[in-house]
Each structure stands twice: as structure tokens, then as C-alpha cells.
């Protein structure tokens, strides 16, 4: 990306425990109204840490949610969900997508983390959510 500073802020940083098995998580939700910056020029980042316990053939899928009332939230449509399948050895390695939101975004967003049934126990490992200006 021509002119991106490629910086982070802690302030646009959130992580959760990945789920136990055929359970969800989601991380805090990240404000996109009140700063002095349009949220569509930035790259946002869905990501995990490494799954060495993830079963063969099972799943951690990642998504984005949105809300205009950071209490009732929507998946976000126009946001490719991240998949990682969990292989024999060692697991599944670290992953992330980076995007840009669409200008119709809604205030808050934050990320959503599925675990299949019978993969493992994950929960030692983070997904995050964060922001590069």
C-alpha cells in the first residue's frame, strides 16, 4: 500500500481467548464514530495466534460483526471471513487477513471467533482484532 504508515494503536487493539471447542467468542468492539480519521482509509486486521492443538480437518473460522448500537450485533457482509483448518501435524499455523471497510460500515465492530466441535483445545491461543494507520 503506496503511503501507509503501517502504524498501530493500542487504543484500536482487542483480543479474546479462542473458544473451546463448539463454542463461540468475540472480542470487545472498536468505536469507529468520534476519531479524526475515516475508518474506510484504514487497514483493519482479523487474526490468530498459532493453533497447535486444532484438530485435523476442523475449523476456527473468524468474522466481523457490526452494530449501530454496540449491544445488537450483524455479521458483516461485505467482509470475508477467515478460515483455518487445523492439519495433522502441528495444528495450524498463525493467520490473518487484512481489509478495508466499506463505507457503509456501521459504528462498532468487532470480530467473532467459531470453533468446530471435537477441535481441540485452543483456548491458550488469541484472536485479535486491530487497526494499521
Known amino acids: 500500500m503506496i503511503g501507509a504508515r503501517n502504524i498501530e494503536d493500542e487504543n484500536f487493539y482487542v ?21 479524526k480519521f475515516f475508518a474506510e482509509n484504514i487497514e483493519f486486521i482479523v487474526g490468530h495466534e498459532a ?3 486444532l484438530v485435523d480437518d476442523k475449523t476456527l473460522t473468524l468474522s466481523l460483526e457490526q ?6 450485533f450483524e455479521a458483516h ?5 477467515l478460515v483455518t483448518t487445523g492439519v495433522d501435524t502441528p495444528g495450524a ?16 465492530i468487532r470480530a467473532k471467533g467459531v470453533t468446530l466441535a471435537a477441535a481441540g483445545d ?4 488469541k484472536f485479535y482484532l486491530k487497526a494499521k494507520f
Open 15 to 35: 483480543e479474546k481467548a479462542v473458544a473451546a471447542a463448539a463454542a463461540t467468542a468475540y472480542t470487545d468492539s472498536l468505536d469507529l464514530v468520534g476519531e
Open 93 to 108: 499455523d498463525a493467520a490473518h487477513s487484512r481489509f478495508r471497510l466499506p463505507s457503509g460500515t456501521k459504528r462498532y
Open 51 to 53: 493453533l497447535p492443538d
Open 77 to 81: 457482509a461485505d467482509v470475508a471471513a
Open 67 to 72: 452494530s449501530d448500537d454496540n449491544v445488537t
Open 122 to 125: 485452543n483456548t491458550a491461543a
